[in-house]
């Protein structure tokens, strides 16, 4: 008969090993792992707690990106903190988004996302444009517009169709405050159809009309 080693704890005086090994059976790691308490769902409020201080943090972190990024963008338009319900009042309107320079800057941002920035720009320098009084800062102006925005040799060409571009020739050989107005209509128009929907939806705009909400921590 083969002898059995025996590996597990040491008896107490007087007491066989196998009836140590038979009272106190080894466990199955796994099990043991099983048993332990989920620290992180042992309490609803405590789960509660933990969920909304992770939106906030994460909220709070998204407002400080963006408003990092609105310092670096160039040129950025000077303008005054919005309020929560100015912010709200841009998801009315493209108009009322357009009329508000912080609003402006935010949907600007946005465009940057979608490498569109140069129809924000173009129809800044538009208005700036028409500010414009006196002939040789017209002529000046008006030539670095085409330049920057309208020449097909620019990188920050904006889509225009042919009959805005023949008007936009046309005008440029005695360039007025409003030469570029039918090309800054048809870029508003763009921005209204096609970015201003996408904007509405965007974390950036989200995170700024819904503050703390889960949707606006979500991407």
């Known amino acids: 008969m083969m002898d059995i080693l025996y590996t597990g704890p ?39 707690s933990c969920s909304c201080l992770t939106i906030r943090n994460e909220e709070d972190r998204r407002r400080k990106s963006l408003e990092t990024r609105m310092e670096t963008i160039p040129n950025c338009e000077a303008c005054t903190k919005p309020t929560l319900e100015e912010i709200k009042m841009w998801g009315q309107s493209f108009d009322k988004l357009m009329k508000n320079p912080a609003g402006r800057n935010v949907f600007r941002e946005f465009l940057r996302t979608e ?75 763009l921005m209204h159809r096609d970015s201003y929907p996408r904007f509405l939806n965007s974390s950036i705009y989200r995170c700024l009309a819904h503050p703390g909400s889960r949707t606006s921590s979500q991407s």
């Not at 009836?19 to 792992?33: F, I, T």
């Open 115 to 189: 490498y569109s920035e140069e129809n924000m720009l173009f129809w800044l320098a538009c208005e700036d444009l028409k500010e414009e009084i006196n002939k040789t800062a017209v002529d000046e102006k008006a030539r670095v517009i085409y330049e920057d925005y309208i020449s097909i040799l620019s990188p920050k060409e904006v889509s225009l169709d042919s009959r805005v571009r023949e008007v936009i020739n046309r005008k440029m050989q005695d360039p007025t405050p409003h030469t570029f107005e039918d090309a800054q209509l048809q870029i508003y128009t």
């Open 10 to 48: 040491v008896p107490a005086d007087g007491e066989s090993p196998m009836a140590v090994s038979e009272m106190a059976p080894p466990r199955d790691p796994r099990q043991l792992n099983s048993q332990r308490p989920n620290t992180c769902c042992f309490c609803w409020c405590c789960c509660c």
